[in-house]
T-cell receptor
């Protein structure tokens, strides 16, 4: 597609449920990032995929969080047993290579009740 | 480790006022520096960048100069408009092996009043 696409744009769930957030990066971009943005906060790095290399998972806040990137394209961020503090906007970005220039999706807003 | 510090907001200005948002960094090596902008209800987008010392990035009337001697990359605009109201993020790109990671500032909210 023309840009980074994320779905769903909004998700409301109950505490304890699992959620999956999807990111479709720009075609051909080898790097894919997930970030979390809480109200009034900056960007919190979660995970980074680069080509076929092992992902950098150093930002995942707990073992309830995981992410996959299938076929070097679409990525899914999964949050198990959601907690209220998981409420945030989850941002996906992709990049063509080692430039550091990222293209962001509009984010998935997660609300955990 | 590497870090980015930008001035806290919110910043409130009148239309046509001069804008400066300060950004300083600590880094080893020679990172690239970026300003990203997030307009209300939209995703982040790249505003401008500079890849080496003394480079000036510019876009939409905004400018920032990569100053290695002061480790700064301050964002400036001579005359802001209401449409510039947004959150601005300073970031640096560090190379770790074959990978690049961005280090982000906390963002500065700008509100421009007519």
């Amino acid at each position: 597609g023309a840009g980074v696409s994320q779905s769903p744009s909004n998700k409301v769930t109950e505490k304890g449920k699992d959620v999956e957030l999807r990111c479709d990066p720009i075609s051909g971009h080898t790097a894919l990032y997930w970030y979390r943005q809480s109200l009034g906060q900056g960007l919190e790095f979660l995970i980074y995929f680069q080509g076929n290399s092992a992902p950098d998972k150093s930002g995942l806040p707990s073992d309830r969080f995981s992410a996959e990137r299938t076929g070097g394209s679409v990525s899914t961020l999964t949050i198990q047993r959601t907690q209220q503090e998981d409420s945030a906007v989850y941002l996906c970005a992709s990049s063509a290579g080692n430039t550091g220039e990222l293209f962001f999706g509009e984010g998935s807003r997660l609300t955990v009740l | 480790g590497n870090s980015v510090t930008q001035m806290e907001g919110p910043v409130t200005l009148s239309e046509e006022a001069f804008l400066t948002i300060n950004c300083t960094y600590t880094a080893t090596g020679y990172p690239s520096l970026f300003w990203y902008v997030q307009y209300p209800g939209e995703g982040l987008q790249l505003l401008l960048k500079a890849t080496k010392a003394d480079d000036k990035g510019s876009n939409k009337g905004f400018e920032a100069t990569y100053r290695k001697e002061t480790t700064s990359f301050h964002l400036e605009k001579g005359s802001v408009q209401v449409s510039d109201s947004a959150v601005y993020f300073c970031a640096l790109s560090e190379k770790a092996g074959n990978n690049r990671k961005l280090i982000w500032g906390l963002g500065t909210s700008l509100a421009v009043n007519p």
